[in-house]
């Protein structure tokens, strides 16, 4: 039954994602395990001392921020949706964001003055674009611009296999003038540890975090990026403005007109 392949399908991915932190654990404990057999021996110079030593204190602090991460990621508070404002929650990150991104990368708000309502966790919300931010920042690392954009859409397109959906969505876009990804880093980057980065930079938890809340908010995350051109995110929430606002006239209702 369908149950069961999804059932299945989420097996499977904790497999995978069990079987990575396993791996990236071992690797992290052979660094720590190997200097200290060095430490062991009879006369080490001084110098070296240090620098094991170093590297066992500095591997330990990775591993607990890998634990530490992953206690975050199986304990996720459920979410709390509340009705707000797109534009002024993304006016309010601006401070925020101007702090994590560095000079070299200037932030362009493409963010109507019109209320663009939806109903999510606020928290999440900002935690979300905050991951796809730091993500544009690094894939800058000789400067460029972040563009922030939100807009309100009539449906959201068939992404990865999902199915299409219509109806009132507010879309907000993040665009970056970046390194941009291959075809198969694009297939996994949404995959829990899946990174590119350097192991003291990235954890391969921010897309998941991201497409997390975007399908638990009843919305969607899509990508379109290019090598050496740039990428962007576009997060779609459900919109929470006045629905019967939107609907378009029924066929009932026009009849009324013509009469
Ligand atoms: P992390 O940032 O810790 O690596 P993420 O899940 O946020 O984890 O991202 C996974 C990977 O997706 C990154 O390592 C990177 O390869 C790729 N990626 C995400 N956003 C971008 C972007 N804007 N430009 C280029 N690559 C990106």
Redesign the pocket.
Known sequence: SREALVQAQKMEAIGRLTGGVAHDFNNLLTVIRASADFLRRPNVPEEKRTRYVEAIAETAERAATLTGQLLAFARRQPLQPEVFDVCTRLRGLHRIIGSMIGSSVTIQNDLPETEHLVEADPTQFDTAIL??V???R??MPRGGTIRIGARIVGGVPAVRGHAAASGAFVAVD?S?D????SPE?LQ?????F????PVD??????????YGFAKQSRGEID?A?QLDV??T?TLYLPSAAGQVTTVPASAAQLADVSN
Do not use: C, H
Not at 178 to 181: A, F, K, L, S
Not at 188 to 192: A, H, N, Q, R, S
Not at 194 to 197: D, L, N, S, V
Not at 201 to 210: A, D
């Open positions: 991951n796809m730091i993500n544009a690094d894939a993040i970056d970046g390194t941009g990804m880093t996994k980057i949404f995959e829990p899946f990174t590119t980065k930079k990235g954890t391969g938890l921010g897309l998941s975090q991201v990508v990026s740039g990428t995110f």
